[in-house]
Each structure stands twice: as C-alpha cells, then as structure tokens.
C-alpha cells in the first residue's frame, strides 16, 4: 500500500484539497496525488476481495466434496444395517450377542404409507396454500385405533440396534 493512510483518510484528504481556498495549482496537486493514493488502495482491497472471494468459493467445494463424502458413508451405514437386520429376521433371530455387541431386530410401530392419496378422505387431509395433502399423523392414529382410511395403511416394520 502507499503510505499508512486508510482509504477513509485519504478520501477525506481528497475532499479537503478540492475545496481548498488559496493557491489552487497546489490544491490540485495534492487532489492528483491523493486521487492517485485512493487509486491505489482501491485496487489492493479489490485484490484482498478477489483472494477472499476465491477462498470462500474453495470452502463452497471442500464442502460440498465433504458433505458428497459423508453422505456416501450414511449410505454404507444404512445398508450394512439393513444387510444385518434382514440376515436376522430371514435366520428368525431377535437377538444375539456379537463379540462385545448386542444385536437385536424389534418390531416398530410402522411406517405408514399413503397408497393413493386422491382417495383420503377430507378429514385427514391438511390443506397447505393451495394443495392439500394428507395428514400422516392423524391418519396413522385413526389406523391404530382400529379405524379403515381409504387409500392408506400401516406397513410393519423393524429396527435394527446394537449396543
């Protein structure tokens, strides 16, 4: 940078010469000179910004390279899990001790799915902006309290836990 001025100082600096009273040619040399330094600074912040703007764009990429990599080992996890959980129930085993892990497939409250939403009726049916859609969790009360809901139903389901 050109001197220890700030960009601030230096701009005020500018302003205080181009109003200045007196000998003018002088004003307009310190102005130029100024001008020149304000130029200068400028340029080095728009430097500094273009460094930090690329640095930001670099984390952007390491982010997503590292989100797309933790997301390939959820993946790997779920499947192991599943691998695991369905080799239990097709052996009939609930449980079994593994090593220093405790493995054990349990049944779940189940997950509902909607078959055909266009036949829900209206009362379970949240109305959104200008949509509706069903309303899962009273259409999943409704169905455990023994009620039928037409175009849905509760599918069994299981977890896998280890210890």
């Known amino acids: 940078m050109s001197n220890g001025l700030s960009l601030y100082k230096l701009s005020n600096d500018f302003e205080y010469y181009m109003q ?27 430097h500094f910004l273009a460094m930090v703007e690329g640095q930001v764009e670099q984390f952007k990429a390491e982010e997503k390279r590292i989100a797309a990599a933790r997301k390939v080992m959820e993946n790997k996890i779920e499947r192991s899990r599943e691998y695991i959980k369905e080799a239990l129930i097709h052996a009939n085993i609930d449980k079994l001790t593994a090593g220093t892990f405790k493995v054990s497939v349990a049944k779940t409250a ?6 055909d939403p266009t036949v829900i009726p209206a009362q379970y049916l949240l109305f959104v902006a200008a949509y509706t859609e069903p309303d899962s969790a009273s259409i999943k009360e409704a169905i455990k309290s023994g009620e039928i809901v037409d175009g849905a139903h509760i599918e069994p389901g299981s977890s896998l836990r280890i210890k």
Request: charged share 30%; net charge negative.
């Open 110 to 115: 189940g997950k509902l799915i909607i078959d």
């Open 20 to 46: 200045a009273e007196g000998d003018e040619e002088i004003a307009n040399a310190l102005a130029e000179i100024t001008a020149g330094q304000i130029e200068s600074k400028a340029e080095n912040w728009c």
